[in-house]
Nanobody, 127 residues
Framework: QLQLVESGGGLVQPGGSLRLSCAAS????????IGWFRQAPGKEREGVSC????????YYTTSVKGRFTISSDNSKNAVYLQMNSLKPEDTGVYYC????????????????????WGQGTQVTVSS
């Protein structure tokens, strides 16, 4: 059974760091697109960062460029999101998602292009 499990969320002060992990089971991530999405209270879910494991192309939404880094470790069948210089507006539930279909760079982080989703992990940035 295909499953994605996120971990690593928590409460952190502004300026702090967290590393989110997304562990896959039931399939291998080698040639998948994997994305991190977040949903803040009262807001729509948005794409934060995505990676194509087949060609190592990455995408970051503008608000996290230079602060977040997405990476994958095929030996562990996992994808990570290193989040530095966290801001209160980064607060939300973070979800990872995966899909085997390749897309254009412009659409690689569209939510509609992902069919498998994890349950999410809460990230709260507050003093």
């Amino acid at each position: 059974q295909l499953q994605l499990v996120e971990s690593g969320g928590g409460l952190v002060q502004p300026g702090g760091s967290l590393r989110l992990s997304c562990a896959a089971s039931g399939f291998t991530l080698d040639f998948y697109r994997i994305g991190w999405f977040r949903q803040a209270p009262g807001k729509e879910r948005e794409g934060v960062s995505c990676i194509s494991n087949s060609d190592h192309i990455t995408y970051y939404t503008t608000s996290v460029k230079g602060r977040f880094t997405i990476s994958s470790d095929n030996s562990k069948n996992a994808v990570y999101l290193q989040m530095n210089s966290l801001k209160p507006e980064d607060t939300g539930v973070y979800y990872c998602a995966a899909d085997p279909l390749r897309t254009s760079v412009q659409t690689m982080c569209d939510m509609s292009a992902f069919r498998s989703w994890g349950q999410g992990t809460q990230v709260t940035v507050s003093s």
